[in-house]
């Protein structure tokens, strides 16, 4: 699931006890960095289909690490959508709510020049409207390798879905998912990234590919750690009739103290 909205002031004071602003911005770059954080993605996309649709999918995804021993860590990704989508469906069609939620899980062990982790993810039919979800669950394995050097972020994170129960009637779920990403960060908390979401679905022999360039700074609201990122959200390939022509991208996110 271009308007461009740069942020306001950079936030150069320390956040989180000792650390500073960069520090917030390399952890917001690890998708399983030992920080509690809570980010709120809006994707929107234009010209979808046929009937030149609209979608509009708000990802609430909350990021909460599990201390299990002084080596091991359990990350836990949560994503829930909130999805409005207009005419991709047909002529003068509405659909709201809900969408499928993905929890995911990685243990991750401390230290180490490359990080890692590795765990189970699972696919839950939360949709409201038989039109935003698989009314199936589903289940696989999902797993993230990154590397920070100096300000530089290198990773990727991929996970594999298939269904093992729900509606008989509905198709059932084989869904890979692969997301490489890069990011710079600099010492004020300001960067930039880009990252690319490919999704191939096994059942339909299907592939959509996006390609998402960012600018993000790390910044304060009141007394609120927030990440602030902005950029276009490019449709690169897409069943005809799910492709749309452009859209973009923005994230909120909220930096919660352990």
Known sequence: MTVIILTVCICTTTVQGQQNPEEVAKKLANPIANMISMPLQN??????????????????????????????????????PITTQINTTGQDTKQNGLSDALISAFFSPTGGKIIWGVGPAFLLPTATNEFLGTKKFG???????????????????????????????????????????????????????????????????????????????VT???????SLAVGPRWPVTAPADAKGDWGWRSILTFVIPK
Request: proline fraction near 6%; charge should be positive; hydrophobic fraction near 40%.
């Open 139 to 217: 289940l696989g394995p999902t797993v993230v390798v990154l590397k920070q050097m100096g300000p530089w972020t290198v990773g990727a994170l991929a996970n594999q879905i298939w269904s093992v129960a729900g509606d008989k009637n509905r198709a059932d779920v084989s869904q890979f998912y692969f997301q490489p990403f890069m990011a710079h960060n600099w010492k004020s908390g300001a960067g930039v990234g880009v990252s690319s979401e490919i999704t191939q679905n096994w059942q339909a022999s299907t592939t959509v590919v996006y390609i998402i360039p960012t600018v993000s700074a």
């Open 220 to 226: 304060k609201l009141g007394k609120q750690i927030v």
């Open 43 to 80: 994707n929107t996309e234009y010209g979808i289909g046929k009937y030149n649709g609209t979608r509009n999918t708000l990802n609430f995804q909350p990021v909460v690490p599990i201390t299990l021993s002084p080596k091991m860590t359990l990350i836990t990704r949560y994503i829930l």
